[in-house]
């Protein structure tokens, strides 16, 4: 997956979202997203909350 | 930000490096197509943003066609291509960024000397929103896809950043969809299979339900309370696993295929069809008896044979050893005796002569009816014969009828009887058989054995004796079979039962899967709540935003086009996609269909001009690359007036970059008293774009006049005649302009001198009685305005032209502080 983008760290409106958002899952996509820059990092987030279901699963 | 100073080698059009100077409140630069004025607009936003619409929409066309397109084509060095740019910033220091072009096309960036990563310093961000209008993006905003047109001017509203957000959200959910880590994949796999073979179970149907509305725990409710419907009273949670691996053994032993050993019951004896066909047999047996005796009767009234046996017997062997190539030869003496008389002789002995002929024909087909009679019976036996289980179905027939003793042992011993009474039928049957084909090689011999084949009706009696003792034991085994029926029946497990069981056991074992089947569901379904969350906000803010940048939009439309009743109304935008609304009278429509090119052009600078006007924007200048090019002449004079001043009055920097010589000049001439630059771009070269600083159009005019009235060559006093009927026209246009503050329309070019002299009139500064030298001049040069070869003119002497190059000269020393240009 490549960089798609050149976000801005401090961009006021993200910040905003991330306010309006009530989940932890949405605060912590956002987060990497700005952290790291790339959808990657999302992805990761979605797939590290995967194993961790499927921990506890076993 | 404002610009001062554009420093550009390698990059675009630029081979050598060069130095533009930017300083000034207006820049202009004029040349005709393919002399680097694009190359210009390029470095300045490459610089500023490290990339260029241009190429990122090249390489959505084709990343190949457009590889390495920001470098020049001759560059080689030294060093790497790049552009600075040097400014100065709202606070009023001066900076400096330098980016360098690296050979895989990312590029190195600093920022007044220093290594830098971005521009965040200076709010220079966002791909969209930035002061440059440059041709393609004109262009491409208006008849671009309304999905893209969103992206671009939510983009230029500043939302960018939550579009690449949402962007990037949707990327990662399909790289998840696409990427599940092995075992989720598997474990998706096996929970779709589980779930719809639960699915698939009436009494399960409420589990699969609960499991699809997300509510895991009430499934797993569901599930265990079937679960312990299936199990012994008193099963514990914990131990629902085994207590289902033992029921499904248990059923499994009990899958016995009961109904495969079943047998009818045979009423009677007498009536049954084995039965009447044993008569039968009798019937035929007698029958070939009969056959058998006639056939006897009629040998021995026969005549006896002349020839004794053993002689007849000599003679076949005889006739059998003679060699076909001496045939006349005896075999046993050598004689030639053998006549072919004698041998037919010899041969009619040895053959049976007899007085009357006696055939068997009668007696073999009434052995063959009897035979035939009795296949058919044995065939009907063969369907009164029982299946008899096998070892293990023989144990696994004792456990289930395991209450039922004496049934199970009367039923064994009537298995053990009738492999006894088969094993004696089947013996009796081939002493039969046998005796049969005794009788029958008998009668091909034309032999009747003493006694009438006396083994024959003691083998059909003691195989008629075995089968009625077989029925009896399989009517036996009949009964015992029903007694015991029931008793199994009430123990069999079906296939159904025993897959059920399997199910639940997978569905105990597999529970964990179907948890992390609705994980994967559950995330994807949070990344596409974020999408819409993020979609939702960006709308919100969008409509916040437009409320006041439409209006800002509308307001630069109105500047350039003006009040009408057909034209752009307004933007409506929507969650993925925005559209350009025009209106025709009181009605509605799409601008993009329905507007003209120059009123679409309009709307593409209006909007434009708004993003880079915006307040908090981070730049205070703005680049216009042809912006008229498909204006008429009354907008491209709004856009001189208006636009222009509006910018200025407003404290931007303008930059113009322009392809035609007369808009500069114009612009040049309408703001003098900003001190415009204007650059006049002749040629390309080799080396780049070859940028020269000119002065007013009119000062350039009176230079050519003098370059060329002295000339041996009638071609260029020519032109300096005509030189000097622009000067004229020019004079005049430019005094108008400074003094008035309105610009002359291309309808005053080439006109008349009444014309002039009425612009002249209104000229408070002009002198009236320079009028007259105006008017000599243009008198004298306008004939040679004509193109008319019928009416050819004498070209002027150097001694005709200097006097009024004198004369222009004195009226524009006078008037030089008049026109701003000391």
């Given amino acids: 997956m490549e960089k798609t983008h050149f976000p801005d760290s401090s961009d006021p409106l993200l910040d905003e979202l991330e306010k309006a958002l009530e989940s932890d899952f949405h605060k912590s996509c956002i987060e990497a997203y700005l952290a790291k820059a790339s959808a990657m990092a999302i992805a990761q987030i979605a797939i590290d909350v995967l194993a961790k279901a499927a921990n506890e699963a076993k | ?822």
């Fill in chain 2, 1 to 822: 930000m404002k610009l001062n100073k554009l420093i550009v080698r390698g990059l675009r059009g630029f081979n050598g490096e060069q130095t533009i100077d930017l300083n000034g409140d207006l820049v202009i630069f004029s040349g005709s197509n393919g002399c680097g004025k694009t190359s210009i607009g390029e470095a300045i936003e490459w610089v500023l943003y490290g990339r260029t619409l241009k190429r990122m929409k090249g390489d959505e066309i084709s990343r190949r066609e457009y590889q390495g397109s920001y470098q020049n084509a001759h560059f080689g060095g030294p060093g790497l291509p790049f552009v600075e740019l040097h400014f100065t910033d709202s606070t009023g220091v001066m900076h400096v960024i330098r980016r360098e072009l690296k050979a895989d096309e990312t590029s190195v960036l600093r920022v007044d000397g220093n290594i830098a990563a971005n521009l965040d310093q200076f709010k220079i961000a966002a791909v969209y929103d930035r002061p440059l209008v440059l041709q393609h993006t004109l262009q491409d905003f208006i008849f671009m896809k309304p999905k893209n047109r969103y992206e671009v001017l939510s983009g230029m509203l500043g939302l960018e950043g939550l579009i690449e957000f949402r962007k990037a959200v949707e990327e990662s959910k399909t790289f998840f969809s696409n990427n599940l880590p092995r075992g989720a994949k598997e474990a998706q796999s096996r929970a779709l299979l589980l779930v719809g073979s639960m699915n698939r179970e009436p009494i399960l149907k409420p589990v699969t339900a609960a499991i699809k509305q997300g509510g895991l725990t009430e499934a797993k409710k569901q599930f265990v309370q079937v679960t312990f419907g299936r199990l012994p009273s008193g099963t514990q949670e914990s131990g629902i696993l085994p207590a289902l691996e033992k029921a499904k053994t248990a059923k499994e032993r009990s899958k016995l295929d009961w109904g495969r050993f079943s047998l009818s019951a045979i009423a009677s004896p007498e009536d049954h069809q084995a039965i009447s066909q044993l008569r039968g047999l009798k019937d035929q047996l007698s029958a070939f008896g009969a056959e058998v005796e006639m056939v006897r009767a009629r040998i021995e009234s026969a005549e006896p044979e002349a020839i004794p046996p053993a002689r007849k017997d000599f003679y076949a062997l005889g006739i059998e050893f003679v060699d076909s190539t001496h045939p006349e030869n005896c075999p046993f003496c050598g004689e030639d005796t053998l006549k072919p008389e004698r041998l037919a002789e010899l041969k009619a002995q040895i053959e049976f002569v007899g007085s009357s002929s006696i055939s068997f024909t009668g007696v073999i087909g009434a052995i063959e009816r009897f035979r035939s009679m009795l296949s058919t019976q044995a065939t009907t036996i063969s369907r009164i014969t029982p299946t008899l289980p096998s070892e293990s179905e023989v144990a696994t027939i004792g456990e289930l009828a395991v209450d039922s003793k004496k049934g199970v042992d009367d039923y064994l011993e009537a298995i053990r009887q009738v492999a006894r009474a088969a094993a004696d039928l089947r013996e009796k049957r081939q002493r039969l058989d046998e005796e049969i084909r005794v009788a029958r090689q008998a009668l091909e011999g034309e032999k009747i054995p003493e006694g009438q084949f006396p083994g024959l009706p003691t083998a059909l009696q003691e195989y008629n004796d075995s089968v009625r003792s077989y029925i009896s034991v399989a009517n036996g085994y009949a009964a015992t079979y029903a007694t015991l029926d029931p008793v199994i029946k009430g123990k069999l497990a079906s296939e159904e039962d025993v897959r059920f069981l399997d199910l639940l056991i997978r569905g105990v074992k597999e529970w964990g899967d179907i948890r992390i089947d609705r994980q994967i569901f559950e995330t994807l379904e949070s990344l596409q709540d974020l999408i819409r969350r993020t979609r939702l906000f960006i709308e919100t803010k969008q409509k916040e935003i437009l409320q006041q940048r439409d209006s800002d939009i509308k307001a630069w439309y109105l500047l350039l086009s003006g009040a009408s009743d057909v034209g752009y109304e307004q933007i409506v935008p929507s969650t993925d996609n925005l559209e350009l609304r025009a209106k025709t009278f009181t009605k509605q429509m799409m601008a993009a269909p329905n507007l003209s090119q120059c009123q679409l052009n309009c709307v593409g600078l209006a909007v434009y001009l708004a993003t880079a006007t915006r307040p908090g924007s981070p730049c205070q200048f703005v680049l216009f690359d042809d912006p008229i090019q498909s204006m008429d002449d009354d907008h491209t004079e709004a856009f001189k007036k208006t636009v222009i001043q509006r910018l200025l009055t407003s404290g931007f920097q303008v930059l113009l970059l322009t392809h035609m010589d007369t808009f500069a000049g114009d612009v040049e001439r309408l703001y003098r008293a900003s001190t415009p630059a204007l650059y006049k771009m002749e040629s390309y070269t080799l080396s780049g774009p070859n940028i020269v600083p000119h002065g007013p159009a009119i000062k350039r005019l009176l230079a050519e006049i003098k370059r060329d009235k002295d000339s041996v060559n009638d071609a260029f006093r020519k032109q300096s005649t005509l030189g000097l009927r622009q000067f004229v026209e020019r004079f005049v246009k430019d005094l108008y302009s400074s003094e008035t503050g309105q610009s002359v329309t291309k309808r005053f070019e080439n006109k008349s001198w009444p014309e002039l002299r009425n612009l002249l009139r209104q000229c408070k500064k002009f002198e009236p009685a320079d009028e007259a030298i105006l008017e000599d001049t243009h008198e004298f040069a306008s004939p040679y305005l004509h193109t008319d070869d019928s009416r050819p003119q004498t070209v002027p002497s150097p001694s005709h032209l200097n006097p009024h190059h004198t004369a222009m000269s004195k009226l524009y020393e006078k008037y030089v502080a008049v026109f701003n240009l000391t």
